[in-house]
């Protein structure tokens, strides 16, 4: 059975870090591009940051690129996002997903809220 659970999520200070994991099961993960996405109230679902199968490759969105890293441990089977100097528009539900070819799989989500 394939799973995709995050966590890490919380309540967040502005200017405070975070980091989510995405622990994955059921399927080769080290196989898989992993890629997290968020979706703001009222918004759409946009993509945060990927990383390559082997880890070598990534990419980030203007907006979090210098304060986001992503990072994957394939003996673990488990993705992460580091989250620094954290804003209040950084407030979403964060979601992991894997992807090879066709086949595609999502997490449930994890709740971040930056707030003062």
């Known amino acids: 059975q394939v799973q995709l659970v995050e966590s890490g999520g919380g309540l967040v200070q502005p200017g405070g870090p975070l980091r989510l994991s995405c622990a994955a099961s059921?399927?080769?993960?080290?196989?898989?591009?992993m890629t997290w996405y968020r979706q703001a109230p009222g918004k759409e679902r946009d993509v945060v940051a990927g990383?390559?199968?082997?880890?070598?490759?990534?990419n980030y969105v203007d907006s979090v690129k210098g304060r986001f890293t992503i990072s994957r441990d394939n003996a673990k089977r488990t993705a992460y996002l580091q989250m620094n100097s954290l804003k209040p528009e950084d407030t979403a539900v964060y979601f992991c997903?894997?992807?090879?070819?066709?086949?595609?799989?999502w997490g449930q989500g994890t709740q971040v809220t930056v707030s003062s």
């Open positions: 997903n894997a992807r090879r070819g066709p086949q595609s799989y």
């Open positions: 059921g399927f080769i993960f080290s196989t898989y591009t």
């Open positions: 990383i390559s199968s082997s880890g070598i490759s990534t």
